[in-house]
């Protein structure tokens, strides 16, 4: 009777041991497809390096920096503030005199932490007021479940000029440095935040954003190793 459950306990370890092994061996050959997709995509993507003041360095020698707009509510403006808005988007578009590419990103938005901050606030408020706050959230929570909630990003793209002599990296710094100043001060002026992104990491992040699409979500898959 030894000997039987013996060699059941030998087979089913032996089993055991091949259902691991293939285990291991379709995990390590997932991993390997993952990292040669990963490859064949970073020698596909354009970026080289990112330098200081967060400058980016293509692989085709010319130079970049991205810049973050933060948005206006133009609807309530009042109609000399719109006029004088849409003056000086006039002015900023004539001294952009090089390239600039703008990008505005969409993206779905969950809406249940701010559903939670009014709850919270409404602790001490009158009939009156948790009324309008209850249809406010239900409002809040329609949108939610459609998922018609939308949060924008705004930003810029500015190139230097790949002038063949301009081989020091100083001085195509300082160019790109002041076209950033051009659109700032513009900018600004109709009452935009407007800021430089000088960190390697959030760097990454966007550059992510803009080319891994359907992987948001996910960690900076592509863009990890520049």
Request: proline fraction near 1%; charge should be positive.
């Amino acid at each position: 009777m030894s000997k039987i459950v013996e060699l059941w306990y030998t087979k089913k370890v032996d089993i055991f041991h091949l259902l691991w092994h293939n285990k291991k061996h379709k995990i390590n050959e997932r991993k390997r497809i993952i990292n040669k997709n990963i490859e064949s995509i970073q020698k596909w993507l354009p970026f080289e390096e990112i330098l200081e003041d967060g400058i980016i360095k293509m692989k085709n020698h010319s130079y970049m920096k991205i810049i973050e707009v933060k948005p206006i509510n133009y609807n309530l403006k009042s109609n000399l503030e719109k006029e004088a808005i849409l003056n000086s988007y006039k002015t900023f578009l004539k001294i952009c005199n090089f390239d600039i590419q703008i990008i505005v990103q969409s993206n779905k938005e969950d809406l249940s932490k701010n559903i939670s901050k009014i709850k919270e606030n409404l602790k001490s408020e009158t009939k009156e007021i948790l009324e309008i706050a209850n249809n406010y959230i239900e409002y809040i929570k329609t949108l939610n479940q459609k998922k018609e909630s939308s949060k924008k990003k705004f930003f810029i793209l500015i190139k230097n000029s790949n002038q063949k002599n301009q081989i020091n990296e100083n001085s195509i710094s300082i160019e790109l440095n002041e076209m950033y100043f051009k659109i700032k001060e513009s900018l600004m002026r109709c009452g935009n935040d407007v800021f430089n992104l000088d960190d390697k990491e959030v760097i990454i992040e966007v550059l992510n954003s803009f080319i891994n699409i359907k992987n948001k979500g996910d960690d900076n898959l592509f863009l990890e190793e520049i």
